[in-house]
């Protein structure tokens, strides 16, 4: 028996009201669904992965996880996966602090101090590392 194979088609009804998807497998045969925005979303979302990734000039970038290689290709060629520099993104952070009664706040401001420490501690520590590199190879120790 062969195999079937459909092609889809994915329409957009505006922002808001979602997609049509058409399945197609020939002229004669197809099947069409009406798909909401949010179902969409949530049925891709809830199988990838997102983490984020660290590099070192202090930018930090979304690493999906389960995409293949050609739409990852895609996402980074339109700029869709966009670096946020850390120093905006710590300061993005307190719009979160807004509904925190200030005992709540003042704990979570300093646990970000301790991280954000421990960070640049950890860049010393790299620093200092390959200045003693850089002295051992030219006999400067």
Same mark, same amino acid.
């Given at each position: 028996? =062969?195999?079937?194979?459909?092609?889809?088609?994915? #329409? =957009?009804?505006?922002?808001?009201?979602?997609?049509?998807?058409?399945?197609?497998?020939?002229? #004669?045969?197809?099947?069409? %669904?009406?798909?909401?925005?949010?179902?969409?979303? =949530?049925?891709?979302?809830?199988?990838?992965?997102?983490?984020?990734?660290?590099?070192?000039?202090?930018?930090?970038?979304?690493?999906?996880?389960?995409?293949?290689?050609?739409?990852?290709?895609?996402?980074?060629?339109?700029? *869709?996966?966009?670096?946020?520099?850390?120093?905006?993104?710590?300061?993005?952070?307190?719009?979160? *602090?807004?509904?925190? @009664?200030?005992?709540?706040?003042?704990?979570?401001?300093?646990?970000?101090? #301790?991280?954000?420490?421990?960070?640049?501690?950890?860049? @010393?520590?790299?620093?200092?590392?390959? =200045? *003693? @590199?850089?002295?051992?190879? %030219?006999?400067?120790?």
């Amino acid at each position: 028996m =062969e195999s079937e194979f459909w092609t889809p088609q994915l #329409e =957009e009804h505006g922002q808001r009201h979602g997609f049509n998807l058409t399945l197609h497998r020939s002229q #004669e045969k197809s099947a069409s %669904f009406a798909v909401t925005r949010a179902h969409l979303q =949530e049925l891709v979302l809830a199988r990838i992965l997102v983490t984020s990734s660290c590099h070192p000039d202090g930018m930090i970038y979304p690493c999906p996880a389960g995409i293949e290689d050609e739409v990852l290709d895609v996402l980074f060629k339109e700029n *869709l996966l966009v670096g946020v520099p850390i120093d905006q993104l710590v300061a993005g952070s307190f719009e979160l *602090l807004m509904n925190e @009664d200030a005992d709540s706040a003042t704990i979570q401001l300093l646990r970000l101090k #301790e991280r954000l420490a421990l960070a640049i501690t950890s860049v @010393d520590d790299r620093l200092r590392g390959m =200045e *003693l @590199d850089r002295s051992a190879t %030219f006999g400067l120790a």
